[in-house]
C-alpha cells in the first residue's frame, strides 16, 4: 500500500489524537514517525502508531506533560519530560540544546522520564541543519545479551550524529548497537520474513532465523557492541538518575505507567574548533572522498552514511511511502487500540 506523506502524517496524528494526546504533541509524534517512514525505516515509523496509542489512551504516556527545562550550567541541562511523548520532548529539549550551543559553543541537554522517542537522527539532524553537529543516545527496554550472557541486561540502546556539509547535505549517522533494531524484528513478523541467523537468539540462546521465536537480541561486533551499549545506558540512564540496565522498564510491562527513560542530546558549534564554513567544506570534502572510493565486488559504490536512504527517499516521494496493508487498515479504522500490547511478553507479536 501506498500513501503520500502529507495523508501519512494526517492518519497517524489523527489516530494519535483520538487516543488522547494534544494535538500539538500529535502532530510531531507523527513527523516523527513519518521522517522514519520516509526513509524506509519502518521499524520505527507507522507500525508503532497503534502500540503508542494504547499506551496514551492507557495514560502511560503524559497527555499534557508539563515539560521544563533546568540549566545546571552554561552549557548543561536537565529538560525534564514528565513521562510525556519521548518525541514531543526530545524535539523541545534539541531546540533548546541547539539554542545553548549557538551561544556557548556546545550543549549537553538530558532528557529525563520520557517515552520511547522513535528514530534518533530526527533530533541530530535538526542541528545539522542549523549547521551544528548533533550527538544523541537513549536507554531502550532491556532485549540484547550482554557479551558471554545467557539473559538481557542492556536494551538495543541507539546512538546518532550529524554533521553538516554544504547545499544542506548532512552526514547522519544513526544505528542502534545491536545487530538489528528490535523495530526490525517486528517489521520482519509483520511480513512474516524470516530473519539472518546473526541477528537474534531463542528462548535457549541460540541462534534463530524465526522473527516470532526471539528472546533476545545480539549485540553487535560482540564485546564492543554491548560495550558500546554500556557508555549508551551510563550516559543517558545513570548520569540522569534514572533506571538504568536490567531496571529500565519495559516497553509492555504496564502501558498504564510512565516509561521513566532518559535520552542525552549533545551539540557542538564547529565555531568553537574552527570556521563553520571551514567545517561544512570538510564534512562535504567528506562525502565526496567517501563516494569515491572503488567500491568492492557486489557495490556499486560507496555511499556515505544516511546517503543509503536518497534512492527510498525520492522513490516514496514521487510515488508514495509504502505501509503495511494491516498498519493502513488499522489506521483508517475507528480502532484506537486492539488492548493487543499491555502486559506482554517483551518478545510478543
Ligand atoms: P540501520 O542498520 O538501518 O542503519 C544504521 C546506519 O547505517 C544508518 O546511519 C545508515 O545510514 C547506515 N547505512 C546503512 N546502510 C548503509 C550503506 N549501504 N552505506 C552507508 N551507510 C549505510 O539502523 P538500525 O540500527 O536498524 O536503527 C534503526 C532506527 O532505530 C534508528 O533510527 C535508531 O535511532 C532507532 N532506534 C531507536 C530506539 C529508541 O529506543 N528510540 C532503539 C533502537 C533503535
Redesign the pocket.
Known sequence: MRVTKDKLKNLIQTKLEQAGLTEEHAGVVADVLVF?DAKG?H??GAMRVEYYAERIAKNGITHNPEFRLEKTGPSSAIYHADNGSGHVACKFAMEEAIQMAKENGVAVVGVKKMS??????YFTEMAAREDLVGFAV?Q?DPMVVPFGGAEPYYG?N?L?FAAPGNDGKMI?????TTV?????ILHARSKNEEIPDTWAVDEHGEATTDPHKVKALLPISGPKGYGLGMMIDVLSGVLLGLPFGKKVSSMYHDLSEGRDLGQLHIVINPNAFTSVQTFKDNITQTMQDLNAVKPAKGFDQV???????EATEKDYEENGIEIVDDIYDYLVSDVVHNDAYDHQDPFAD
Not at 520511547?116 to 537522527?121: F, K
Open positions: 522514519a525505516i521499524s520505527h520511547h522517542s522513535g528514530a534518533l537522527s537513549c531502550s538495543t541507539p546518532a547522519s549517522f544513526d544505528m542502534a538489528q533494531a528490535w523495530g526490525k555511499y556515505y552514511p544516511g546517503q543509503n536512504y
